[in-house]
């Protein structure tokens, strides 16, 4: 490289580098990048969410066997193992759980 | 003292955390929007892909290794989006028709100065599409000529004579203007 590449390679940086120091930073932008950023669809939520309903599913069709040797001693919990059905009931109890990884494994502040 | 680029990709990766992706959007807004303007010829289209690359950035920032910079990671995915705009117009030369209309007025009696943006996107305009990304790449973006190569995918050959073919047009063109 000659003397004069060298000049010229120092004469075009600076070119750039008084072009680009027109573009100053601009507030506004990283604004609209913070505002679109919070309607981003996390796709590690929507994995979650799909496999804590795909376990939940599962989990249901074995809670027949699981709630059969259940018994309670207080009659208010007796009741509402009768009245709610033990189905429905594991079913809640799943579903919460499966909210709770979907929340808490990504970082997601609720 | 301000978190390394490393801790806030980590962090963001780890726990989604919007207000520590913000910080590097603010860091490296005025380098991704130069680029982009001084590819695209364009302030609006280059702030719109700007944005698009930082909304991509955010979405893909669990494939960022730490192995190179950050700064080259974000290049390339901004980058990755002025190419796809491109390609989007159908054609580079549509896209790049704000170079076509400068060429017009190329020949009006102006002394180069290094610093008159307009004269260094003139100069721009004259060379190839690849030319030009490469030259934006080194000169704007500060990226060394295997960073750049990295960037377009273009072997570190290539690059250098991209790089080397272009100066000698813009040195041509610029000292002919000088000349006038």
Redesign the interface.
Known sequence: MTDQ?DK??A??????E???A?????PQ??A???S???R?V??RTLLLSGAGASGSALAMSQMERLADGLTFHSQFLTWIFDTIGPQSIIAVVFALMAVSFTFLL???RI | MAAHDLELAALVA?????HA??QL??RY??LV??ML??MTGN?ALA?DL??DA??KA??KIGTFTGAGSFKSWLCRIAYTEFLQAVRKRKSAAAAMERFTAHQDVLGQAQNWD????M???RALSHLSEVERNVI?LC??SGMSHAEAADITGLPLGTVKSHINRG?AK??AILEQKEAV
């Open positions: 590449d010229f390679d004469s075009l940086r600076a070119a750039f008084k072009a680009d027109q573009i100053t930073p601009d932008f990283n609209r990048v913070e679109r950023l919070a981003v996390n796709p990504p970082g997601k | 780890a726990t989604g955390d919007r992706f913000g959007v603010a807004q005025t929007r130069a303007t001084r302030h702030d700007a944005q930082f909304i955010y979405r290094s610093g008159d943006a004269d260094l996107d934006v000169f704007s100066k813009m040195r």
